[in-house]
């Protein structure tokens, strides 16, 4: 019996490093019920971006937009495309944004996919609210439109920055060599001047659009102008910090990692790598002379903790200080919640609360607060009654490194111990 007592402990400290290397915080942050669309699949959450106006404009994937005012979701839809929609695999009415003067000239732009003879395409439109500020006109205005391979990958994110241009995520189409296609609008991130302004657009079907100037490729004529970053596979939630202007994108990974970049202020034509990498691994898919890599990786688990992840914002709200300057993500499968804080490149992990249902966007109000939006059609702000939680200075790549540490600890022991067992045995 003695003999077994130290093999024992060994097999112990080995069924402790997942636990030893995840270190979590458990911060009194909750997820406060607000309203829901039944049965809806929301794809995103917004603000008009206008002083005073405490409306939340919510996006379903089959093509509706509602007005939730604050105490009520308004009976008609704000916009409904559902008779243009292609609602099909994660092809649908995908974002709302509106233009940064939407107070002076009523403009908003919606990214979605539609289907023509059998083609399906993605479509940034611009319309414009009617003398109703709760009804849209239904004139639509194509600024941009090119084709998608697929129902899957499609991307969809849209942000204006403080720049003043609008900036789009667009998959890979599930066609993973054109996110470093230089004359594809696949697998990037775009740029564009929705007001008309800089060169002519130069890709895409539908080419309503001006290109900044200051755009990285638009001096080779062989590179689409409007392309900001490449090398993107699903970039379905990205986010502009308002007071560092830095781009954090949540890259949705291939089968064994979620990503998250970041593309500092002001910094165009990264090459984040995919599909030559998927996240640190180099993959031998293809070759490129240099990328930026993620600054935080999460590896898909065998109880599918991870497999989708969820982007979302920078909180700059005034309800929770303790979360000041924390991007918020999420797991679309594990419905796991984590922030990153501090030094971009190296960021502090923390853990939040888990929340039922499968998150599948973030929102942001007027003030700052944040919202979660499900695929059940539930949104719940979030909120805390502790204005201080406790951060864990731990990526999974540190996780790794944990992970490798303690093993060979515990190989060492195991070592010590089968000497021991053997120099006993002779005895």
């Given amino acids: 019996m003695n003999k077994v007592k130290p093999f024992l ?35 995103s959450i917004t603000n008009s971006g206008v002083p005073g106006d405490q409306r939340l404009f919510v996006t379903t994937h089959p093509g509706e937009v509602w007005i939730y005012d604050g105490t009520a979701v308004l009976p008609t839809p ?69 084709e998608q391979p697929s129902v899957n990958h499609n991307g969809g994110d849209m942000h204006f920055g403080t ?44 080419r309503n659009y001006g290109i900044p100037a200051d755009n990285p490729f638009t001096a080779d004529g062989d590179i689409c102008g409007a392309i900001w970053h490449l090398g993107l596979r699903n970039p379905w939630r990205f986010d502009i910090d308002p007071v560092t202007n830095n781009m954090w994108i949540a890259d949705v990974g291939d089968e064994l990692w979620e990503e ?106 007027i003030n700052g607060e944040l919202y979660i939006g499900t695929n059940w059609g539930g949104v719940s702000r979030i909120e805390t009654s502790n204005p201080s939680p406790t951060a864990v200075h731990t990526t999974y790549a540190q996780t790794s490194t944990l992970s490798g540490m303690w093993l060979l600890v515990a190989f060492f022991i195991l070592i010590v111990e089968t000497q021991y067992l053997a120099s006993f045995s002779e005895k």
């Fill in 163 to 206: 720049d003043g241009y609008l900036y789009i995520a667009s998959g890979d189409g599930d066609y993973d060599v054109q996110a470093q296609a230089t004359d594809s609008l696949l697998g990037k991130i775009l740029r564009i001047d929705v007001d008309g302004g800089g060169l002519t657009g130069d890709c895409g079907d539908v």
């Fill in 78 to 146: 704000f916009l409904d495309l559902t008779d243009r929609v292609e609602n099909v695999g994660e092809a649908g009415l995908l974002r709302i944004v509106f233009h940064p003067d939407y107070a002076a000239n009523g403009r908003f732009f919606v990214n979605y996919n539609d289907e023509d003879n059998g083609i399906l395409r993605t479509r940034v439109s611009a319309f414009t609210v009617s003398a109703d500020p709760d009804l849209a006109n239904d004139d639509e205005q194509i600024l941009l439109q090119f």
């Fill in 260 to 365: 998250v970049h970041v593309a500092a202020a002001g910094v165009g034509g990264l090459n984040f790598g995919w599909p030559c990498y998927d996240a640190l691994d180099d993959n031998g898919r293809c070759e490129i002379d240099d990328h930026t890599p993620p600054v935080h990786i999460e590896a898909h688990q065998s109880d599918d903790r991870y497999c989708s992840i969820t982007g979302g914002y920078v909180y700059r709200g005034a309800l929770i200080p303790a979360l000041n300057g924390h991007y918020l993500f999420a797991d679309w499968c594990a419905s796991t919640y984590q922030t990153l804080s501090g030094d971009p490149a190296d960021p502090t992990v923390t853990q939040l609360p888990m929340l039922d249902g499968g998150p599948t966007t973030f929102g942001e109000d």
């Fill in 9 to 43: 402990f060994t097999l112990f400290a080995l069924c402790l490093l997942p636990s030893m290397a995840h270190a979590q915080s458990n911060p009194d942050i909750t997820f406060q019920f607000v309203f829901d669309i039944p049965d809806q699949l929301i794809t």
